[in-house]
């Protein structure tokens, strides 16, 4: 573990897996509650690391510490490739994921010590396989969650394998263990169990993803809901990538990440932080007819954020006015 505690990225590892923690530098909010960090994982697909998905969406606007933990073990190929279709690729993401959660306790506690972050409960985000951690993490009651916000989790690996097949005119090369395993990682089963944990869920998904239909978004928020859970989701004119190939190295954010990362800080701020005194005078003089809080539809929230812009360089934060470099 390495870095500055009060305004610099901490490197670390925990449980077995790299992660990259961002500081609370946001200037106009405070935590609100006991919820001191949150925890994201990457995906199969671009952004891949824990480096890179915290260069795609750093949050910085929220008030806690952003934790960017590595998925164990290394993916052989995207979800939206044709190595979806062999045992060995659904075998490796079955593994990262039961592996993310099981890990997770013995990570947080590592995590909380190289951080000096008292006992609480988290918040939760992650990124296509990541998001799917995430939401099988509040499944299983892993550890307290006080919300979570994920975008494009797949929902159900052997759905998205028949896509592939479709698209590919190949067939999957699956062995029974590995058909029993996808059907284990459905979340539209465990939609009961994650609507009991009481956790406020967004889902965030692409109306060009081809990897995670928007229907499979919208699809698990009603279930969700079925079920007397609170859930929330919205729907960008995007594909599934958060960033450029490959994805494992820290890279300027793409468009789609930045709007991305302005409605999950939007979201995480909404339910972890308090303006500070100056802030709330200001929004408080600030004409009406702001953005709009993500809701219950699926419409394109293009214009959510449309004054952000990801130039060739660092991204800045619309609250904070600081921007993140490539550094971490």
């Excluded at 909010?29 to 690391?49: K, M, N």
């Excluded at 606007?61 to 073990?73: A, K, S």
């Excluded at 009603?222 to 190939?245: I, N, P």
């Amino acid at each position: 573990m390495s870095g500055d505690h009060t305004n610099r990225p901490v490197h670390g590892t925990a449980a077995g897996d790299a992660y990259v923690a961002l500081p609370p530098t946001a200037v106009d909010a405070t935590a609100s509650g006991p919820t001191r960090l949150i925890v994201a994982w990457p995906g199969f697909d671009p952004p891949r690391t824990a480096s890179a998905l915290a260069t795609a969406i750093p949050m910085t606007g929220v008030p806690v510490w952003r934790v960017y933990l590595d998925l164990p073990g290394r993916s052989p190929g995207g979800l939206g490739s044709g190595a979806i279709l062999e045992t060995e690729s659904i075998e490796a993401y079955g593994a990262a994921l039961e592996n993310a959660v099981r890990r997770l306790p013995d990570a947080l506690a590592q995590i909380r010590r190289d951080l000096d972050v008292p006992d609480g409960p988290v918040g939760l985000a992650g990124f296509s396989a990541g998001a799917a951690a995430a939401l099988l993490a509040v499944a299983h009651g892993a550890v307290p969650v006080s919300t979570a916000a994920l975008v494009a989790p797949v929902v159900a690996p052997a759905r998205a394998a028949r896509a592939v097949e479709k698209r590919s005119g190949s067939e999957r090369a699956w062995s029974e263990r590995a058909v029993a395993l996808a059907d284990r990682l459905d979340l539209g089963a465990l939609a009961a169990d994650i609507a009991g944990r009481d956790v406020p869920v967004l889902l965030v998904g692409g109306a060009k993803d081809r990897v995670v239909p928007a229907r499979e978004i919208t699809a698990l928020r009603d279930e969700l809901r079925r079920h007397g859970g609170q859930a929330e989701s919205t729907t960008f004119r995007m594909g599934h990538a958060l960033a450029a190939e490959p994805g494992t190295e820290p890279r300027p954010p793409i468009t789609e990440a930045v709007r991305v990362d302005g409605v999950l800080t939007d979201w995480f701020r909404d339910r972890l932080a308090t303006l500070t005194p100056a802030a709330a005078e200001a929004a408080q003089a600030a004409p009406a007819g702001g953005p709009a809080e993500a809701n219950g539809d699926t419409q394109p929230m293009e214009q959510r954020h449309g004054s952000w812009s990801s130039g060739a360089g660092n991204v800045p934060d619309a609250r904070t006015g600081a921007g993140l470099g490539h550094g971490l």
